[in-house]
């Protein structure tokens, strides 16, 4: 079994930084990509931002200068630094993970999600 937690979502004022970290645990064998999601209320969820094991990177056309993803393979945890952050930013952020365990092989895995509310 697998689990992923986020931390760190919370109100903003536009402008501002957060920082999110998503921390995978449990029997994992290896993690290939980690991402990071957000879904706005009435939109459909869009992926914000990618790491690959080998630290690739990819980001939505709308976070690219202003947030960074990371990834510490020792901890098993993935990064999402959101700086400028404004108010088309709000969402519900949502990990992913994609994890190979020898009970059941390769599946993606999802943390619950953590609110992120930019707000003056």
């Known amino acids: 079994q697998v689990q992923v937690v986020e931390s760190g979502g919370g109100l903003v004022q536009p402008g501002g930084s957060l920082r999110l970290s998503c921390a995978a645990s449990?029997?994992?064998?290896?993690?290939?990509?980690m991402g990071w999601y957000r879904q706005a209320p009435g939109k459909q969820r869009e992926l914000v931002a990618a790491i690959t094991s080998s630290d690739g990177t990819n980001y939505v056309d709308s976070v690219k200068g202003r947030f960074t993803i990371s990834r510490d393979n020792a901890k098993n945890t993935v990064y999402l630094q959101m700086n400028s952050l404004k108010p088309e930013d709000t969402a519900v952020y949502y990990c992913t993970a994609d994890v190979h365990t020898l009970a059941i092989g390769r599946h993606q895995y999802w943390g619950q999600g953590t609110q992120v509310t930019v707000s003056s």
């Open positions: 449990g029997s994992i064998f290896r993690i290939y990509t």
